[in-house]
């Protein structure tokens, strides 16, 4: 096949996460299994138009937030003829390929955005505007998919399409692998920094890293602990706010911005646990990661994490407050036994993740949606 796949970032953009690393993994599958691959995406400030990286073609226009849509629709009319099977990828808004387009297609999403609408980072008004709007539309945005099928990582996440809509029977759950650094780190619990508790991922309300910080707050004079927040801030400005809100904790707290892969598996396997916070996910793959190097995770009671953590095997989920992650938090550094527990059962549980096996089921559905149109 000839596959034009729609997201909003690809993988070299600022901002790319754990959404685009699963899409890219997935396209390099197909690629390998010989079908022809073209990536559209918002093309940010210092990326080329267009490049080729491992073997899918990379197409960028427009800025990420609708821009990219309106993009995308331009160029599909323009090629249209050169591709015979869509994938259109939902983060927050969707590219509405089957207002346009009667060809194959499936649709990808990772998580519904709910309240994730609400906890933009934008400056007043515009977060105000746009959360809300966000909000009120999102269920609209499925109307048009009712006979597109779905492929996502988690049973939280077809729950919520269902929720929306979405008939069961055309959701289809593909767990997701894992991208392991060529030289594993130490995962010794003597190799690990005495107290050192980890948050990772983007600096955006959405993911937590407010609450991080209050618990962080709630903590300090608990323990000799040492707070790291490994990631780079949604904008500076809110970075910038960030910062000034965990002065408090002095020369306790580093923020580590942004790292590559080899230097984040050594930060995690260097933790004795890694917190997520966060309110809403399709899945959480820095959990698994962070477990490959032998480090529990205290996480939310959310949708994703619930998923991606075994509780009280993996780590530990805790109610949706910096309170109730400090107590967790707690339980586990003050039990020795306790603790050693949590760290061979994060070990065991991340083995079950694999690309390979990810892969190949992602081929088997894009083989099958065509053959079924």
């Known amino acids: 096949m000839n596959i034009l796949v729609f997201s909003w970032r690809d993988p070299k953009h600022p901002l790319a996460g754990g959404a685009e690393q699963v899409m890219h993994e997935h396209m390099k599958g197909w690629v390998a299994a010989g079908h022809n691959v073209?990536?559209?995406?918002?093309?940010?400030?210092?990326?080329?138009?267009?490049?080729?990286?491992?073997?899918?073609?990379?197409?960028?226009?427009?800025?990420?937030?609708?821009?990219?849509?309106?993009?995308?629709?331009?160029?599909?009319?323009?090629?249209?003829?050169n591709f015979n099977f869509i994938v259109d990828q939902f983060h927050g808004v969707p590219f509405f390929t089957p207002i346009y387009s009667r060809k194959p297609k499936l649709a990808v999403i990772q998580e519904i955005a709910r309240d994730v609408w609400l906890k933009n980072s934008l400056a007043f008004p515009l977060n105000l505007i746009i959360g809300t709007l966000g909000f009120l539309f999102e269920p609209?945005?499925?109307?048009?998919?009712?006979?597109?099928?779905?492929?996502?990582?988690?049973?939280?996440?077809?729950?919520?399409?269902?929720g929306y809509g979405i008939s069961r029977n055309k959701i289809y759950i593909v767990p997701h692998g894992v991208i392991l650094p060529a030289l594993k780190p130490k995962t010794n619990i003597n190799n690990k920094v005495k107290g050192a508790?980890?948050?990772?991922?983007?600096?955006?309300?959405?993911?937590?890293?407010?609450?991080?910080?209050?618990?962080?707050?709630?903590?300090?004079?608990s323990y000799?602990?040492?707070?790291?927040?490994?990631?780079?801030?949604?904008?500076?400005?809110?970075?910038?706010?960030?910062?000034?809100?965990?002065k408090p904790l002095g020369n306790r707290i580093k923020f580590w911005g942004y790292v590559n892969e080899s230097k984040k598996?050594?930060?995690?396997?260097?933790?004795?646990?890694?917190?997520?916070?966060?309110?809403?996910?399709g899945w959480g793959l820095v959990n698994i990661e962070a477990n490959f190097v032998g480090t529990p995770v205290v996480a939310y009671n959310s949708a994703g994490l619930v998923d991606s953590i075994k509780n009280g095997v993996s780590?530990?989920?805790?109610?949706?407050?910096?309170?109730?992650?400090?107590?967790?938090?707690?339980?586990?550094?003050?039990?020795?036994?306790?603790?050693?527990?949590?760290?061979?059962?994060?070990?065991?549980?991340?083995?079950?993740?694999?690309?390979?096996?990810?892969?190949?089921?992602?081929?088997?559905?894009i083989n099958d949606v065509y053959l079924w149109r």
């Open 224 to 246: 000799n602990f040492r707070f790291w927040v490994i990631g780079k801030g949604e904008n500076k400005d809110y970075e910038k706010k960030i910062r000034n809100f965990a």
């Open 315 to 365: 780590g530990l989920i805790c109610e949706r407050n910096p309170s109730s992650m400090k107590e967790a938090i707690l339980s586990v550094t003050r039990n020795r036994g306790n603790y050693e527990k949590l760290v061979r059962g994060a070990a065991i549980w991340s083995k079950n993740f694999d690309w390979v096996r990810s892969r190949q089921i992602s081929l088997n559905l």
């Open 38 to 81: 073209t990536l559209f995406s918002s093309q940010p400030g210092g990326l080329r138009s267009d490049e080729e990286i491992d073997g899918v073609k990379i197409v960028r226009g427009g800025f990420q937030y609708l821009g990219v849509q309106i993009s995308g629709f331009f160029y599909y009319i323009k090629n249209r003829s």
């Open 140 to 162: 609209i945005f499925f109307l048009f998919y009712r006979n597109v099928p779905f492929m996502t990582g988690s049973d939280s996440a077809k729950k919520d399409l269902a």
């Open 265 to 281: 598996f050594r930060l995690l396997s260097k933790s004795c646990l890694l917190i997520n916070p966060s309110i809403h996910e």
């Open 197 to 221: 508790i980890s948050f990772l991922g983007i600096l955006s309300k959405d993911k937590g890293i407010e609450d991080a910080i209050k618990c962080f707050l709630l903590l300090k004079d």
